[in-house]
């Protein structure tokens, strides 16, 4: 698959191998996964088994997150970007598309993951041509609360996560 997205300040791209090292300095940041319930990556083969995974969902699904790249600096950022979940049954569903984000924490606050997430929802709605897009948040996660809201994501109900034993924030968005 290849992708590509510019918005005002980032570019979305499909993500690739060669983004390992971007991925380990993210996923392996423990400021990252306080809201991921606390699970951060010790190894760079963990990275690459995330980022594996994703191209598998490329193939199979036609759709999985993207790399953020920040235009101004060339910077790998973070990813950003749409998924078909499959994996979770969460908060009832099964086969759902949801919009998220994971940013490297000194690229928080400037604004990031609410532009690359109303470019993922503008590409669910436009291109995709779908119903509805879903999000989940870890209830304490005020800041992705916030984005969400900001994306046009509207709050839907609080639920338990059986899986992970984690009380998330359920979220739902319909074609307009």
């Given at each position: ?49 995330v980022i594996e995974g994703v191209l598998n969902q490329y193939k199979e699904r036609g759709i999985g997150r993207w790399v953020a790249i920040e235009k101004s600096s060339g910077n790998f950022i973070g990813w950003s970007g749409l998924r078909l979940n499959t994996e979770y049954n969460m908060n009832g569903y099964t ?82």
């Open positions: 698959m290849v992708f590509n997205i510019e918005t005002e300040r980032l570019i979305l791209r499909d993500m690739r191998l060669s983004d390992l090292e971007g991925m380990f300095e993210l996923d392996s940041n423990p400021e990252v996964h306080k809201y991921l319930g606390n699970k951060p990556v010790k190894t760079k083969q963990a990275s690459q088994k086969k759902y598309y949801d919009v998220g984000y994971r940013l490297i924490p000194k690229y928080w606050g400037k604004g990031y993951a609410t532009e690359s997430g109303k470019a993922a929802i503008d590409y669910a709605f436009n291109v995709l041509k779908l119903p509805e897009i879903y999000a989940t948040t870890e209830i304490g996660n005020e800041a992705s609360h916030n984005t969400l809201l900001k994306i046009g994501l509207h709050y839907v109900e609080d639920f338990y996560f059986e899986q992970e034993k984690m009380h998330l924030r359920w979220y739902k968005m319909n074609k307009l």
